[in-house]
């Protein structure tokens, strides 16, 4: 029997919908948190266990969510799974996609080295240079974590004494300042969910009444479409730019219709996307897992 681990921050709805789709494709299913990764070195092996599970041995590992931790642990973490990939376990997704996209820089400049629109954006540490950024970009900037998700934690600002406030606030406790150009968009952008060489589904997020965000998390609300080819090249392209196999790619149209790349998250979620679309999304992931091990 095909054995399958995900490696995991808690055991909520995403695991249960795994469970059930592991149930229904006759997989073993072993989802794991993060904090009881286990690594050994010496008597000639290198080993990755947790729960008394060899990790080297498993058909597949998929990174159902990275939680936080301190900067030891993550790195501990990335070093398993560098490991597990290096030792020809098959790992959703790859380590380097999963460092790449949690680090919303660095996706961003993979893409735009691709040839891939993406909205104007300075990045750095200091306030003033965040305030000049602030300027340049015509005074209509959205303000994010470096690293997040969900749409949590994103402030737009507009004046500038709010400007100044927010980046010296940063600034004082240690923060990178991660500032974009507000795009004036329809208040909708699109969730692409990219499955290995293909796009699996599709959803239009609305933002709530009153706010700008489309995050389903945060109140958005979402419907299935038919993606176009160009959508789909788009999600495809800035997928394969971060080296992700499994993505949810995030497309926001602007006032021009013209699309832009604002994120690429290699540990997506599916609800919402299920919901919308009926596609059984767990039982997707699970089989293209189960055959990267061929």
Not at 224 to 248: D, W
């Amino acid at each position: 029997m095909t054995h399958l681990a995900a490696l995991v921050s808690g055991f909520g709805w995403h695991v249960q919908d795994l469970r059930r789709a592991a149930d229904g494709l006759g997989i073993r299913f072993s989802p794991i948190p993060f904090s009881q990764l286990i690594g050994r070195v010496g008597a000639g092996r290198v080993a990755i266990e947790a729960r008394g599970i060899p990790l080297t041995e498993v058909d597949g590992v998929l990174v159902r969510m990275m939680p936080p931790g301190s900067l030891e642990q993550v790195v501990f973490r990335m070093d398993a799974l560098h490991r597990l990939a290096a030792q020809g376990v098959p790992v959703m997704n790859p380590p380097g996609a999963i460092e790449a996209s949690v680090d919303k820089y660095l996706t961003l400049a993979r893409i735009e080295a691709d040839g891939l629109p993406v909205p104007a954006t300075w990045v750095g540490e200091s306030a003033s240079g965040a305030m000049d950024a602030f300027e340049s970009l015509g005074r209509d900037v959205v303000v994010k974590p470096l690293f997040g998700s969900e749409g949590r934690g994103l402030v737009r600002v507009t004046e500038f004494e709010v400007a100044r406030r927010v980046f010296h606030a940063l600034e004082r406790v240690g923060a990178v300042l991660y500032v974009q150009q507000f795009i004036p968009h329809m208040g909708h952008d699109f969730r692409v969910f990219v499955l290995g060489n293909r796009v699996l589904g599709a959803i239009r997020r609305h933002a709530p009444a009153g706010d700008w965000r489309t995050n389903v998390a945060v109140g958005g609300r979402a419907e299935a479409i038919r993606s176009n080819p160009g959508m789909e090249r788009l999600a495809l392209r800035a997928a394969k730019a971060v080296g992700a196999t499994m993505a949810g790619v995030d497309l926001l149209p602007g006032d021009d219709g013209h699309l832009v790349v604002l994120e690429v998250n290699a540990v997506p979620g599916w609800k919402a996307l299920s919901a919308a679309t009926g596609v059984d999304v767990a039982s997707e992931i699970l089989a293209e897992l189960r055959g990267a091990r061929r």
